[in-house]
């Protein structure tokens, strides 16, 4: 990407343009003329026969897609875009729709209001839905995310981010879903579902090991394949299996040593080979370095191609047919997988709508509230301090904009959330600059903790000055800071620790006042130098556009907190396998010299070990015997609840049976989780379940362990071994713990990917 993002006067002058999608036109002739129209021939055969009925250039229009902001006017470009990610165009002749994308997996995206005014649902971020552990809000998600985006006229959703996180400082850690495969994989797999279920393509990104922002357009992530298969791939092939996405947006990185994005191994090998996967292959923006390598690697769609250095799928893909460089069979199998992806999803037989539709925002905001209040994770309650009661007089709320709203992360991800921008800092520098700024989604945790406590005088207080701050906390009954940290794409975050001194002001609040709580709206783990003197810390993630009464909900017990950590909070920087983002110093410097504004386009590619192969999160713990602060699948509840009677069985598969009680006074929900280690190797979670239970309520759980999660993968055979013997399984309320313990005899056994 040699360009910045949004230039911003172009974008201005886009937002107005005329936007109109033409009605695919379907002659009237006989089915048997046109096989593809006949829905009993099945994807594959109507594909094929639309293939066989597109002239060369037809294909061609298939196999790249437009960037609203570089492409208006330019020869061939579609003339009513909207402004968005990108446009395919496409042959009304044969059905086949203009292709329109948007970003992404928390909302339809408008990240620097490219469409002035239009305003869409924010989810809470994808580390809050992954802290569900429930495919079911996942799932809901997805569903109305994609609804807007079919409403809005768009109908391939850039969703489904799924990398795993292998450092606690990744700038996009929050929009992903944590660090372990099959959580994250499951999670996805039901939001892609979920965004599908409208008739409109989803993708599963990014394709693969793009687990650092700094230099992600030229870090080489290195790590053995038979690893990657074990952990980040596994999270992509368990989505693929259950979401089953049009689309597979591969890497800005390089996987061993070439681009993810003209990566044989990845792109043809393992997806198209092991996996069997049938839908296309769209680059990231500005990920494409060839054309005839990276047509023959496996690439079906160079996306917002005028972001590359050339236009590699344009005439020199011409070219490099011409001269058999490509063979021609190539491009036909690249257009069949751009129309198998558009066929499958059902886009084709119901196209999206010629205008914008009607969108239900309140019933909407109901599902981005729900996200928020079971993905919230209640980290420490000594005493009991929560839930808070609503009896108290004077609450005073500390800090982080809590008056007007709640954080949101940046990127190509960020929403322009339904109720507007009440605080909004514009970046000045640096990588994400073009496309990224800092805003707060209006829904103020301060109005409504009011809302639920009416007779309560609650004030607020900006948190920039810690002895004011304190002297505030000392004439009220109750203190609430509201803690902040920025994470952006194409940026990682410096550290862990809080930025602007936040921990100077939560030590000085808690010293004035010991009923203090903290509330953590990061993009990602933070250090906490201050925990033990601060009873009650909740882990709200960036909540979304209903951030602020989730919030409240759980303070006040209108909700009983549920959620469980998805990622791994370390004591300090050094437990992580890195002990910082690789080359950070040289990218930067790159960056600002030559203002690329696009996370190292200009500089040399440089590589990132990743030694702990697939010991990714929690398992890398467990390998180097370090104590996290708190661990994965961690969290807390206002009720207790109790494990008896585990049973395994062994045998070809592996099944775990136990009975969960609610043992409080609350009805709640608990995450029971598996984890199954073979002897010498880190346990792995093998299967969880969120539970309901009324107080009292005891339920009988029965679980299946993913088999693939107990497997090593075979990089010769080219599938998996499930190597028989004895597995120890650990029924368990967080990686490390083991509240009930038995063992199983597998049988040796080999399965196809
Ligand atoms: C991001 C993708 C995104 C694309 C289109 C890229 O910079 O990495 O996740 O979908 O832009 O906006």
């Given at each position: 990407m040699s360009e910045t993002r949004f230039p911003i006067l172009r974008c201005i002058l886009?937002?107005?343009?005329?936007?109109?999608?033409?009605?695919?036109?379907?002659?009237?002739a006989p089915q048997a003329a046109k096989p593809w129209l006949n829905r009993k021939l099945g994807t594959e055969a109507r594909a094929s026969a639309l293939v066989a009925a597109m002239t060369e250039d037809e294909k061609l229009q298939l196999v790249r897609t437009w960037f609203p902001p570089f492409a208006q006017g330019k020869p061939g470009a579609p003339?009513?875009?909207?402004?968005?990610?990108?446009?395919?165009?496409?042959?009304?002749?044969?059905?086949?729709?203009?292709?329109?994308?948007?970003?992404?997996?928390?909302?339809?995206?408008?990240q620097v209001e490219q469409r002035k005014g239009d305003v869409a649902t924010a989810l809470p971020a994808g580390l809050a839905t992954a802290a569900s552990?429930?495919?079911?809000?996942?799932?809901?998600?997805?569903?109305?995310?994609?609804?807007?985006?079919?409403?809005?006229?768009?109908?391939?959703?850039?969703?489904?981010?799924?990398?795993?996180?292998?450092?606690?400082?990744?700038?996009?850690?929050?929009?992903?879903?944590?660090?372990?495969?099959?959580?994250?994989?499951?999670?996805?797999?039901?939001?892609?579902?979920?965004?599908?279920?409208?008739?409109?393509?989803?993708t599963i990104k990014h394709f693969a090991l793009n687990s650092q922002e700094t230099g992600r357009m030229v870090a080489d992530a290195k790590l053995d394949w038979t690893s990657l298969h074990e952990s980040d791939l596994l999270a992509f092939k368990i989505a693929i299996d259950q979401g089953r996405p049009g689309s597979v947006m591969c890497a800005y990185n390089l996987v061993n040593g070439d681009y993810a994005c003209e990566n044989k191994e990845l792109l043809t090998t393992i997806l198209r080979g092991d996996w069997g996967y049938k839908g296309f292959v769209m680059s990231d923006w500005g990920a494409v370095h060839s054309t005839a390598k990276a047509a023959n690697a496996g690439l079906d769609q160079d996306s917002g191609a005028e972001l590359d250095k050339m236009i590699y799928f344009g005439a020199p893909l011409k070219e490099a047919l011409a001269k058999g460089e490509v063979p021609k069979a190539r491009l036909d199998e690249m257009a069949k997988r751009v129309l198998t992806g558009i066929i499958e999803t059902g886009l084709y037989d119901d196209p999206a709508p010629a205008t914008n539709q009607p969108i239900d925002y309140a019933a909407h905001a109901l599902v981005a509230q729900k996200a928020a209040e079971e993905?919230?994770?209640?980290?420490?309650?000594?005493?009991?301090m929560l839930p808070l009661a609503t009896q108290?007089?004077?609450?005073?709320?500390?800090?982080?904009?809590?008056?007007?709203?709640?954080?949101?992360?940046?990127?190509s991800s960020q929403v322009r959330s339904v109720g507007g921008v009440p605080v909004e800092i514009p970046l000045k520098s640096g990588p994400a600059a073009s496309f990224a700024r800092t805003t707060w989604h209006n829904s103020s945790p301060m109005k409504a903790i009011q809302a639920l406590v009416p007779g309560a005088e609650v004030t607020y207080v900006d948190g920039s000055d810690p002895a004011a701050a304190a002297a505030a906390a000392k004439a009220a009954d109750i203190a609430i800071v509201f803690a902040?940290?920025?994470?952006?794409?194409?940026?990682?975050?410096?550290?862990?620790?809080?930025?602007?001194?936040?921990?100077?002001?939560?030590?000085?609040?808690?010293?004035?006042?010991?009923?203090?709580?903290?509330?953590?709206?990061?993009?990602?783990?933070?250090l906490m130098s201050w925990l033990e003197?601060?009873?009650a810390v909740l882990a709200a993630w960036y909540p979304g556009q209903r951030g602020g009464e989730a919030i409240a909900n759980?303070?006040?017990?209108?909700?009983?907190?549920?959620?469980?950590?998805?990622?791994?909070?370390?004591?300090?920087?050094?437990?992580?396998?890195?002990?910082?983002?690789?080359?950070?110093?040289?990218?930067?410097?790159?960056?600002?010299?030559?203002?690329?504004?696009?996370?190292?386009?200009?500089?040399?590619?440089?590589?990132?070990?990743?030694?702990?192969?697939?010991?990714?999160?929690?398992?890398?713990?467990?390998?180097?015997?370090?104590?996290p602060l708190f661990p994965f699948g961690y969290g807390l509840s206002y009720t207790h609840f109790a494990y008896k009677n585990l049973k395994v069985t062994g045998g070809a598969t592996l099944a775990i049976s136990f009975d969960v009680t609610n043992s409080g006074a609350r009805a709640g929900a608990d995450v029971p989780q598996v984890y199954v280690a073979a002897d010498g190797q880190t346990a792995r979670l093998a299967a969880f379940q969120r539970v309901e239970l009324k107080p009292g309520e005891t339920r009988h759980v029965t679980l299946t362990a993913e088999r693939r999660i107990l497997s090593r993968w075979d990089d010769k055979a080219r599938g998996w071994h499930l190597v028989g013997g004895r597995y120890h399984v650990a029924l368990a309320r967080a990686a490390g713990d083991a509240a009930l313990t038995a063992d199983a005899t597998m049988t040796d056994q080999r399965f196809r990917p």
């Open positions: 886009l937002a107005g343009a005329a936007l109109s999608l033409t009605a695919p036109v379907l002659a009237a003339t009513d875009m909207v402004p968005s990610a990108g446009e395919m165009v496409g042959v009304p002749r044969l059905g086949i729709p203009t292709l329109r994308e948007s970003d992404a997996s928390l909302g339809v995206a408008n552990f429930d495919p079911e809000v996942a799932y809901a998600g997805g569903a109305m995310i994609g609804s807007e985006a079919r409403a809005k006229r768009f109908n391939v959703l850039l969703a489904g981010g799924v990398n795993l996180t292998r450092d606690p400082w990744g700038g996009r850690d929050f929009e992903y879903l944590g660090e372990d495969p099959l959580l994250a994989g499951v999670i996805d797999g039901a939001h892609i579902k979920g965004v599908q279920s409208n008739h409109i393509v989803s993905g919230i994770v209640l980290l420490r309650n000594e005493g009991d108290a007089k004077r609450i005073v709320v500390i800090g982080g904009h809590a008056d007007v709203g709640v954080l949101s992360g940046g990127g902040t940290q920025w994470r952006t794409e194409a940026e990682d975050i410096h550290n862990l620790t809080l930025p602007n001194d936040q921990d100077a002001l939560i030590d000085a609040v808690a010293a004035a006042n010991p009923k203090t709580a903290v509330v953590l709206e990061t993009g990602g783990p933070v003197k601060v009873p759980i303070l006040f017990g209108k909700v009983n907190p549920s959620g469980r950590l998805p990622i791994t909070f370390p004591v300090a920087e050094k437990q992580a396998p890195r002990p910082a983002p690789v080359n950070l110093a040289a990218i930067e410097a790159n960056d600002a010299a030559s203002n690329a504004g696009s996370a190292g386009a200009q500089a040399a590619i440089f590589p990132i070990e990743y030694p702990e192969g697939a010991n990714v999160g929690y398992r890398w713990f467990e390998a180097q015997k370090e104590k």
